[in-house]
């Protein structure tokens, strides 16, 4: 069976379809939940915050204007209510943030299946050394970089208000630079 676009579902979703409301909430609940946590550090601020973009996107459904751009929609919404989040908290928001061992919340590492102990301590140094690269980053290419693992250039571009040629050169100077931050640590 052929997959349904975005726009099909939200049409769908409009019609009082509710299985296709419930397959776009699949659809994105892992990059959107991720995304939310590594900004908010916070499993019940990332919950509350998903549910909340999805609610609202609910309740409006029939406001939206289905035309491909779905995702930029909802990673938008979300990066609006976590903006407003840390400013209802009144707390100084950074990329930078570690928790209390000193992990980036952006960075948040899968192990390996069936890796033999030294291969999973070389992948985990690995691992952290391209932590530890992306760090050095400005906030800006950090998130274009991390973004863009689940979306396209043009996709970012319109979230985050920016031009295409801005987000490109953020991403490949934020490459280039981890890049040359790796070269070195291996020197």
């Not at 950074?94 to 590492?109: F, K, R, V």
């Not at 970089?145 to 050169?169: I, S, W």
Request: glycine share 6%; proline share 2%.
């Amino acid at each position: 069976m052929k997959e349904r676009t975005d726009d099909q579902l939200v049409r769908g979703c409009q019609s009082g379809n509710e299985e296709c409301f419930n397959e776009l909430v699949y659809r994105y609940k892992n990059d959107l939940y991720q995304y939310i946590l590594a900004l908010t550090r916070d499993d019940g601020a990332a919950g509350d915050i998903f549910q909340e973009v999805f609610l609202n996107f609910y309740r409006r459904i029939n406001e939206y204007e289905p035309q491909g751009k779905l995702k930029s929609y909802l990673f938008t919404s979300a990066r609006n209510r976590v903006l407003n989040y840390f400013r209802d908290k009144d707390d100084a928001f950074s990329l930078d943030d570690t928790d209390e061992e000193g992990n980036a919340y952006l960075h948040q590492e899968i192990a390996g299946q069936d890796l033999s102990p030294l291969e999973g301590m070389t992948q985990a140094e690995g691992l952290e050394k391209i932590k530890q690269a992306s760090l050095a980053l400005p906030e800006k290419q950090r998130e274009i970089v991390y973004l863009k693992q689940c979306m396209t250039f043009q996709e970012l571009a319109e979230m985050l208000n920016r031009p295409l040629g801005t987000v490109l050169a953020d991403y490949h100077r934020g490459i280039r630079k981890m890049q040359q931050l790796l070269k070195e640590e291996d020197l």
